[in-house]
């Protein structure tokens, strides 16, 4: 096989070893890689903690909403019930969707990939430990505070889909919807930094060895969430911003009075909000595919088919967002689309489910508790997807649309597409971060409960919807023939609520989380998170040959405890781990991996007090959590770009790799490309909505901005393109002071201040007002966006002359400078878009 990087594959011909490896180097591990204790666990960033942290607290907003959802299964047991006031039903139901789609689902699948994907790679950790950290914190305090607003009457009421104009300031002049758009937009910048982790992680830490045909299929379905996270949540995240600025400014973007449409935050929210469901669907699949085998003892069947699924999931997904629109009045020829898109994307997960099936037919399946919730998971999940075909369906959407039939079909989606798998999931993996395992039966117990109730209470939802029952009703009038169904629906709650309060006491008595010494691979997996582990991870990291390692070498376990392959000890005496080809998983180069700090903790608190106290109006002290957010951001970064004393060192076998990579190969170069992809996903959606808004409403247009600012603006943001990039340049050539690339560097990003600067200027000589017209406020939003990225190229520059003053650019190349100079050479090429396509559209 052609090697990908030159790296020779004959040397992993030398593992395992024979050789002994010294006690020195293990009690080295350990002091490197040593437990935090009290306080210190703020500032934890190993992904044995944060991982288990990040799935305590989703677990955690699952009860809570869980709590909502039986309040509000009372109040509709029978009519005109008095449980809970209109008001405060409104707001129950809007933080019931909201907390279980944006702090539940989505944060829960994430957390299981930030505790799972190192153990199954065989990293140390993830390449960003203190981004994983960021985003945890930055989730868990900024969703305590979204949830505590519901104690003080201050909880969103306009659904969790939010739609205008119910959530203009004419409609809800209070501060209840702008906990929702701030606070959601800034917990889906949290989502963002952990799906940049994962999809770095995956693509880039694999055991070497690891080639994509031998990575297990949960890591391809995390890559593939990853990437749907990547595409889809900058449409909400815009979405939010838009709906914010029209409520804090005036900007119509969906006043239609004024040249907005309303409908337009259906396409930006559904455009991610249908994705999301796959999103939350395919790590859960990925989870059963890894836990199916193992339990039905034999190998899973159609391993490449499911990869398959998971890449056609992905791709189909984002032709179905207007799947929620039919009823809008959109044109045939588009609804004919969606409708195909809605039924196409069935033939994937289909092919999942007869994977799944036909592993339990050919195995030998043992009927414990996670096999239970594996098949009351697929079940579900099937009953759901047959009346997802139904809904895509237009005649029959139009009918079944806004009633009752809808809510059982989602809550079938989604629990059995993913709540199932996470029970699952905790009693197989439990053994790997507990020193003891769930009990078997306490279980069953619980997932009888769960599954007869789940099906208690949302069955008998079909009938009443089809009897007519709206959804997103707060009461109804007797004599409907509603009751009866709907007390079934009620007591089925109680008896899911029974189930889930019978794991919580299996946790209580069972549950011992430990990072050494924990129950073992008790269901006899294959994969390698079932490897003997520290904080460290695995004691060396294996060579890998086959997608069950595990099965195909029993002594495979042994050699890697015995430090018998990659990176026995510390080679550095820092945190490392191997980084490798994205193809081929062959070695590239050691990574020095940051330490705790306090810093990524701090920075998450302050980032979520500058959007809460924006929130309530108190914008001076939010302006301060926002100065220092940034500065701790900054000081985080500080240590993580030290090249080390040893530029190559020897990682085992005699095998030597460099310990610092600039440019493509590195890391931190992938990962700033996935944030520039995020930031061009933004830019793509202000686009959609500005030329989305022209096509709707014409009349609104004005003659737009004179094409001669053209001729000071475009040779600006040139100007901070070419001196960016030649700052790199300048840094290789010995023969220049090294001040030089730090000042061609800052002098970039002052021209592309300049130029952001000049099209506002031209823009406000043409008379253009944000808050007069939907094409003034999609104009200005598009300049608003360029200028953020502006501000943050001029922070660059100063933290790159900071860093030069101490000496810490270094030559040839530096990853500081290469990573600013990508992203202002980027923001020069979309300001340049920018004004061109705002001047060119309209007149």
Same mark, same amino acid.
């Given at each position: ?7 020779? =594959? ?22 490197? @890689?040593?437990? =935090? ?51 405060? +039903? ?80 004419? +409609?809800? $002049? ?5 906990? @929702? ?54 449409? !909400? ?83 179905? @967002? ?24 069935? !033939? ?82 439990? $053994? ?103 904080? +460290?991870?695995?004691?060396?990291? $294996? ?150 808004? +022209? ?43 090294? @001040? ?104």
């Amino acid at each position: 096989m052609r090697s990908e990087t030159g790296f020779d =594959p004959a040397l992993y011909d030398r593992f395992p070893t024979n050789e002994e490896r010294p006690p020195e180097e293990l009690k080295q591990l350990e002091a490197i @890689w040593c437990k =935090p204790r009290g306080w210190q666990l703020l500032t934890a960033v190993n992904n044995n903690y944060v991982g288990f942290f990040y799935v305590a607290a989703a677990f955690l907003f699952f009860l809570l909403v869980g709590v909502l959802a039986l309040v509000m299964r009372v109040q509709l047991t029978l009519p005109l019930q008095g449980v809970l006031p209109q008001e405060t +039903y409104n707001q129950f139901f809007t933080m019931h969707g909201t907390v279980m789609m944006f702090l539940f689902a989505v944060p829960m699948v994430e957390a299981i990939g930030v505790l799972l994907l190192p153990q199954m790679l065989a990293a140390r950790d993830l390449p960003f430990p203190r981004l994983s950290a960021y985003a945890f914190w930055a989730y868990f305090v900024g969703g305590l505070c979204f949830f505590a607003s519901l104690f003080f009457g201050l909880a969103p009421d306009g659904g969790w889909f939010m739609y205008p104009p119910y959530t203009g300031m004419a +409609y809800s $002049p209070g501060i209840n919807a702008d906990f @929702w758009l701030l606070g959601i937009g800034f917990i889906e910048i949290s989502a963002i930094a952990g799906a940049i982790e994962i999809i770095v992680g995956v693509l880039r830490t694999r055991a070497p060895g690891m080639t994509l045909e031998r990575m297990p299929v949960y890591a391809w379905a995390m890559l593939v969430f990853g990437v749907m996270i990547v595409i889809a949540f900058p449409s !909400v995240i815009l979405g939010t911003l838009l709906l914010e600025l029209e409520r804090a400014f005036n900007w119509p973007f969906f006043d239609p009075t004024r040249g907005g449409d309303a409908l337009l935050w259906q396409h930006l929210f559904w455009f991610f909000g249908h994705p999301e469901v796959y999103i939350i669907f395919l790590p859960a699949s990925g989870l059963v595919s890894m836990m199916v085998a193992t339990l039905a003892r034999t190998r899973l069947v159609g391993h490449a088919l499911i990869v398959l699924a998971f890449l056609a999931t992905g791709f189909i997904s984002f032709g179905v @967002w207007a799947h929620h629109m039919f009823t809008t009045g959109m044109p045939n020829l588009s609804v004919g689309f969606f409708s195909a898109a809605s039924m196409a994307v069935s !033939v994937p997960a289909g092919i999942q489910v007869f994977s799944w099936i036909a592993t339990l037919a050919i195995g030998r399946p043992r009927f414990n508790a996670p096999t239970l919730f594996l098949l009351g998971g697929l079940v579900t999940f099937v009953i759901g997807g047959l009346t997802g075909v139904m809904v895509a369906m237009v005649p029959f959407d139009w009918q079944a649309h806004d009633s009752y039939f809808i809510v059982a079909h989602l809550h079938y989606v989604l629990i059995g597409g993913m709540v199932f798998p996470m029970f699952a999931g905790f009693y197989y993996w439990t $053994p790997m971060t507990s020193s003891r395992p769930l009990s078997e039966r306490l279980g069953k117990w619980s997932f009888w409960l769960t599954f007869t109730g789940m099906q208690l209470t949302f069955m008998p939802m079909h009938l009443t919807g089809l009897m007519g029952m709206p959804r997103r009703v707060y009461t109804y009038l007797p004599g409907r023939e509603w009751e009866v169904t709907n007390v079934v629906s009620t007591l089925g709650a109680f008896a899911m609520g029974a189930g889930v309060l019978v794991f919580l006491i299996d946790l209580a008595r069972n549950f011992r989380f430990t990072t050494d010494d924990d129950a073992g691979n008790v269901y006899g997996g294959g994969t390698l998170e079932w490897l003997p582990t520290g904080l +460290y991870s695995t004691r060396s990291i $294996p060579v890998v040959k086959s997608l069950e390692p595990l099965w195909d070498d029993p002594e495979l376990a042994e050699n890697v405890e015995a430090g018998r392959y990659f990176l026995p000890g510390s080679a550095t005496g820092l945190r490392e781990t191997i980084v490798t080809s994205p193809l081929r998983a062959e070695p590239q180069y050691l990574q020095i991996m940051p330490g705790p700090s306090v810093w990524p903790f701090l920075a998450a608190v302050m980032t979520a007090g500058f959007f809460i106290l924006m929130t309530i109006h108190a914008y001076y002290p939010s302006f301060a959590c926002g100065i220092f957010a940034i500065i701790c951001v900054l000081r985080w970064l500080w240590d993580t770009d030290r090249p080390v004393g040893q530029e190559v060192v020897d990682v085992g076998a005699g095998i030597r790799l460099p310990t610092y990579v600039t440019g493509p190969g590195s890391h931190g170069w992938w990962a700033m490309v996935i944030l520039l992809v995020v930031i061009g996903m933004i830019f793509v959606m202000g686009v959609f909505s500005f030329l989305y808004l +022209y096509g709707v409403q014409p009349r609104f247009w004005t003659k737009p901005a004179d094409l001669g600012g053209l001729a000071l603006i475009l040779p600006a943001y040139g100007a901070a393109g070419g001196l960016a990039l030649w700052s790199r340049h300048m840094l290789a050539r010995e023969a220049t002071q090294l @001040w030089t690339p730090g000042v061609l560097f800052l002098c970039g990003a002052l021209a592309l201040a300049v130029g952001i600067g000049a099209d506002i200027w031209s823009w406000n000589r043409s008379g253009l007002s944000p808050s007069a017209s939907g094409q003034g406020a999609s104009v200005y939003a598009l300049l608003s966006l360029e200028a953020a990225l502006a501000f943050i190229g001029l922070l660059m520059a100063g933290y790159l002359s900071a860093r030069n003053s101490r000496g810490m650019i270094v030559r040839p190349r530096n990853n500081s400078l290469d990573l600013c100079v990508l992203f202002v050479a980027y923001a020069a090429g979309q300001g340049a878009l920018t004004a061109i396509l705002t001047r060119v559209v309209g007149g």
